[in-house]
Structure formats: C-alpha cells, structure tokens
C-alpha cells in the first residue's frame, strides 16, 4: 500500500514550486491532488532533495517510501509540479521544465511512462494547475501565453492552441475550483494579476479583470 503524506492547505499552495526547486537531477515526479483542506501527495514518485534522495545518495528519509523514477531528461532543470486524476483512475504527473512541459503516466508508480511532451519557449520557470478535464500551464520570461491541454483521454493528451492574446508570460497561476476562476499573476503585459473566467469557457475564458 502507498504510503501518503498529508501537507496542511495552508502550505498546499506553494508545495509544487517547493518540490520542483528541490528535485535532484535523478528525480521526476510526484502525483497529487485536493481534497477538502488538505494536499494529498502520493509519495511512490516524489523524489526531491528535502524529503527524497537520489539513488545515488543514499540518503535516509522518513515517512518517505521511493517507487520509481523516470529521468529522461536529465541535463535540464525542473520547475513547477502538479498531478491529475482522470476519473478513469488514470493518474498523471504534469512537470515543468526547461524546455517544455511533461506529462507522465503514474498510475503505476514502479513504471512511470511520458504519454505528452509539449514543447515551450526555454526558460527556468513554469507552473501548470488543473481544473476539470483540463491542464493550465504559464511560464516566465517567455512568449508561450496561456497553454491549455485536453486530458479528456489521460493517456493521450490533446494540446489546444495557446492563447497569446493577453499576455506572453506569467510568472504563477492559481485556480479557484468553486468560483471557476482562473488568475494569472506578475505577466508582461500587467504587473498585477488578470482574472479569467473558466465557467464561460475552460479552453477559450474571457478575462474579467485586470
């Protein structure tokens, strides 16, 4: 049984940077998801220096149990982490690197598999949130704009077109999942934050505020 460790939802919010900043260059993937108040993280893929060691390491950690890893790029840095869960059961491990963003099959913690790799402007930070069926990915000193990707069929992600039209980069994202809204912060176009409303339309919302 997977062991699971529970992170307050004061600290959620925070928790995909902080382990994406900490991955060692082994290192992949954690899954995760809300629920309630709480951040639930499936530990069978976090592998991060603070909690889990590299192989090559050795390093002791508690409460921590190492499943997998999956290390296909291991010349490039990571930033940014977030996870899916397709109501098939499907689970997917959305990371931020580079060069682009992964999307890696994990519902079989001891055999993680790359089902997408959407390719981006380089630059040394990303972050990706969820809502509905639906991936949401911004990145940092960059021209990409909003990147928006179908997981509809989790093992076979659709990339929609990305949409440019408010801002080329953002530095962070966050989604409200009962006001279905969606807030795009520090952009180029606007130091402050521009509000999208995600009820209108999730691949296509209009900004309401600015």
């Not at 939802?9 to 994406?20: C, D, K, N, Y």
């Not at 530990?43 to 909690?51: D, E, K, R, W």
């Not at 869960?85 to 682009?100: D, K």
């Not at 630059?123 to 949401?136: C, M, P, V």
């Amino acid at each position: 049984m997977d062991q699971t460790v529970r992170i307050p939802g004061s600290f959620r919010r925070r928790f995909s940077t902080l382990a994406a900043h900490s991955l060692t260059t082994g290192a992949v993937l954690a899954t995760g998801f809300v629920r309630a108040n709480e951040f639930f993280v499936t530990v069978g893929l976090l592998l991060s220096a603070g909690l889990v060691a590299s192989p090559a390491t050795a390093q002791i950690s508690d409460n921590v149990t190492l499943r997998g890893t999956l290390n296909q790029y291991p010349n490039t840095w990571y930033s940014g982490i977030w996870g899916y869960s397709a109501p098939n059961g499907v689970e997917l491990a959305i990371v931020g690197q580079r060069g682009g963003t992964s999307f890696v099959n994990v519902t079989d913690p001891a055999n993680p598999v790359e089902v997408l790799y959407l390719s981006g402007d380089t630059t040394t930070w990303r972050e990706i949130k969820t809502y509905d069926h639906y991936a949401y990915q911004v990145c940092d000193d960059c021209d990409d704009g909003l990147n928006i990707v179908d997981l509809s069929d989790p093992l076979h992600p659709v990339p929609l077109p990305p949409i440019t039209t408010w801002f080329g980069s953002s530095h962070t994202i966050w989604i409200d999942q009962e006001q279905r809204l969606l807030f795009c912060n520090g952009t180029n176009t606007h130091q402050g934050c521009q509000i999208f409303d995600l009820s209108v339309s999730p691949t296509n919302p209009p900004r309401i505020y600015t």
